[in-house]
């Protein structure tokens, strides 16, 4: 067990710092959360400087036009481009972790050689249709068609939670091919086109009053048969291969982002004289050693990827993942405790984080069903009837 | 940096827990707790033949020569099995006490934070006093941790680190034990036709479960690498919230079961609750850890 970085890791690290030190000053305002096509625009730009700089696809392999980097480089990359206060991921983030690191992992040559490039060199955008209105935590049960018609699929039904779906340019998505065969097992993988006749996008505003995701109408959408990813009726499989990416490395920046944000809010205690309540500077001290585990958590994980083949982060996350969306939702409530009357203000940036932590035990898995998993495939309890 | 076990790590975890599964199994436990007999010299002297107190004595003394992250992975072993004595303290005596090392001597401490302390009856020396103190015994809540109540006050803060890291392995290892035999008693266990098991409220009991213990496993390897106080006291307070909901949870998944005596889920309850008292407290903890936040926040 060993937390000290080698000296391979500590010139990549300092090499990433100097970068951000020279980039991060020239870059534009950031544009504001209700701006799609503003904040498209700003974050194709950021990814458009890591590409230039050598960064864009770090843990991608070498083969998918990535840098082919260690679990351990990519954790720094994270962790320092979080301290240096670079741009979230943002509209990128499906392309980068979810459609590019799968179309990489099972496309064809060709496949791989339309859809990976314009990811990492910031051309377009992804979104991700696999919720449906009656299909979220029991995804495998949607039943959007696609019905072969010569070299089309003709696809018809509606998708729900499609974040990024009105800047995007393509979709990964889950679609029904065989309506007959067992649940798991009649679902493909398509790439579709965002501006296909018959794509119709209705955003939905979040409870944060913003429009962070969208419901996603298919009319008689034609996709060419050439542009579905693994088998057909093999989409199920292609998806958990999508699926553990996710769980693995979404939320490194964000536990460094909300220590950070603790400090803050020790900071802003001691000033207002809160810090002398025993019980609100308990509550604090206990946060603060939880997120650090958390990282520690972090770091076990990467290393435990690290010794794997491939790379691909283990079922761990599904702990990780439940852990921290709880303790995201503690440290915004304490936040509110700390602001008091003036946790009410939605101009106080805490407040607006406070409403978006809520989605963390809902998005990729709600809690529930991350404790189905621990409990099924780590602890191995017998599968409820 | 590779935050993962080492093969000789790994081994000799493996080793310390055939070990003691081959001499403190369940029914030298149970023994115990019939017999009232809590420290068991022959088996003090075994562990210090195998190297558990003198594990971080240098060789040049007699020891091991190994480290903090070794300790603690041996003692997360001691932990799960449920090994009743003074182990921490007399670990930390070796060196200082003589026979501490070899496990000839039973080193107990001042680590309760007041006037009780644990195992005194058996104790050749005490930690933060010079000499054994008279002490009238106290009713345990711990069947197999005799407490007294001493007149006299001691010190132990010197070892306040080492003491709350070793103790944090030991509830973890309990914690993790807690999982197991949750998981063990819910996939045997049928009610209305299958196994209680498959009932969701009782997966998500065990699941939580696993989910304090992992995090709190990671706090307690990271402080034993690092050696940091705050790392430390994060260990502390969440093993001691794995340890001590884990057996609470473990107890609610064995029903009726788990509210007899014959059940063995009560020893790690009370256990847990002793050890949660022992050299850091979840308010101790958390107070050293808030101060640490503001001086990080500048």
């Known amino acids: 067990m060993d937390l000290t970085y080698t000296e391979e890791e500590q010139d990549f690290r300092a090499r990433l710092r100097a970068w951000l030190a020279k980039v991060l000053p020239e870059l534009p305002a950031a544009p504001s959360p209700d701006d799609w096509p503003g904040r498209r625009a700003y974050d194709l730009g950021w990814q458009r400087r890591l590409y230039e700089a050598g960064y864009a696809g770090l843990h991608w392999p070498v083969d998918a036009g990535g840098r082919g980097a260690t679990p351990t480089q990519h954790l720094i990359f994270l962790e320092e481009t979080e301290r240096a206060g670079a741009p979230y991921v943002g509209a990128n983030f499906v392309g980068l972790l979810h459609a590019g690191p799968t179309i990489a992992a099972e496309g064809t040559a060709a496949q791989r050689a339309r859809w990976l490039p314009p990811v990492l060199r910031g051309d377009e955008v992804w979104c991700q249709g696999f919720s449906e209105p009656d299909a979220g935590s029991d995804l495998a049960s949607l039943r959007t068609r696609a019905v072969r018609d010569g070299d089309d699929y003709v696809i018809t039904g509606s998708k729900i939670w499609t974040s990024h779906a009105e800047v995007a340019d393509w979709c990964e998505l889950l679609v029904r091919t065989d309506p007959a065969a067992p649940k798991h097992r009649g679902i493909s993988w398509l790439a579709m086109p965002m501006d296909a006749p018959g794509v119709t996008v209705r955003p939905l505003r979040t409870l944060a009053g913003s429009t962070e995701f969208a419901e996603m109408f298919l009319d008689e959408v034609r996709v060419p048969v050439t542009d579905r990813v693994g088998a057909e009726n093999d989409g199920w499989r292609v998806t958990m291969v999508t699926l553990s990416f996710e769980r693995g490395t979404a939320f490194v920046g964000e536990v460094v982002a909300c220590r950070r944000t603790l400090g803050e809010l020790a900071r802003r205690a001691k000033a207002d004289g809160r810090w002398d309540d025993p019980v609100l500077r308990r509550r604090l001290g206990r946060l603060y050693g939880e997120f650090g585990a958390l990282w520690r958590l972090t770091q076990w994980n990467v290393s435990e990827a690290e010794r794997s083949a491939g790379g691909v982060p283990g079922i761990g996350g599904s702990v990780f993942k439940l852990a921290y969306s709880h303790a995201r939702q503690e440290l915004y409530d304490t936040a509110a405790e700390v602001l008091g009357a003036e946790s009410l203000d939605l101009e106080q940036g805490w407040v607006l984080d406070r409403l978006s932590s809520l989605s963390y035990t809902i998005a990729a898995g709600t809690s529930q069903i991350q404790r189905n998993i621990v409990a099924e495939r780590i602890l191995g309890l017998p599968k409820g009837r | ?298």
Do not use: N
Not at chain 2, 68 to 92: C, D, I, K, N, S
Not at chain 2, 176 to 192: D, K, P, S
Not at chain 2, 274 to 279: F, G
């Open chain 2, 1 to 298: 940096m590779d935050f993962q076990p080492t093969e000789d790590q790994r081994d000799l975890r493996a080793g310390v827990r055939d070990l003691l599964a081959g001499r403190y199994g369940r029914d030298a436990l149970r023994a115990s707790v019939d017999s009232g007999v809590s420290v068991d010299r022959a088996l003090w002297r075994e562990l210090g033949e195998a190297g558990f107190f003198a594990l971080r004595l240098p060789e040049s003394e007699g020891g091991v020569g190994l480290g903090l992250p070794e300790a603690v992975l041996v003692f997360e072993e001691a932990g799960r099995a449920l090994v009743p004595g003074p182990l921490v303290a007399t670990h930390l005596a070796a060196g200082v006490v003589p026979g501490a090392a070899a496990g000839t001597a039973v080193v107990s401490a001042f680590d309760l934070g007041g006037p009780l302390v644990a195992h005194l009856g058996d104790a050749d020396a005490v930690l933060g006093a010079s000499g054994v103190p008279a002490g009238e015994p106290v009713r345990s809540v711990d069947p197999l941790t005799p407490l007294h109540r001493v007149a006299v006050a001691g010190d132990c803060s010197a070892h306040r680190e080492e003491g709350a890291l070793l103790t944090a392995a030991l509830q973890l290892g309990s914690a993790l034990r807690t999982v197991e035999l949750a998981v063990r008693y819910a996939g045997e266990r049928e009610q209305f036709g299958q196994p209680i098991g498959a009932f969701q409220a009782v997966k998500h009991l065990c699941a939580r479960m696993l989910v304090r213990a992992e995090v709190a496993r990671t706090a307690v390897y990271a402080a034993a690498v690092t050696g940091d106080a705050g790392e430390v006291a994060a260990a502390k307070l969440l093993a001691d919230e794995a340890a001590v909901r884990g057996a609470r949870d473990c107890l609610q998944v064995h029903g009726g079961m788990g509210f007899t005596w014959e059940a063995d889920v009560h020893l790690h309850l009370k256990r847990a609750w002793v050890r949660s008292e022992q050299w850091r407290t979840a308010a101790q903890a958390e107070e050293l850890l808030a101060q640490e936040l503001l001086g990080s926040a500048g």
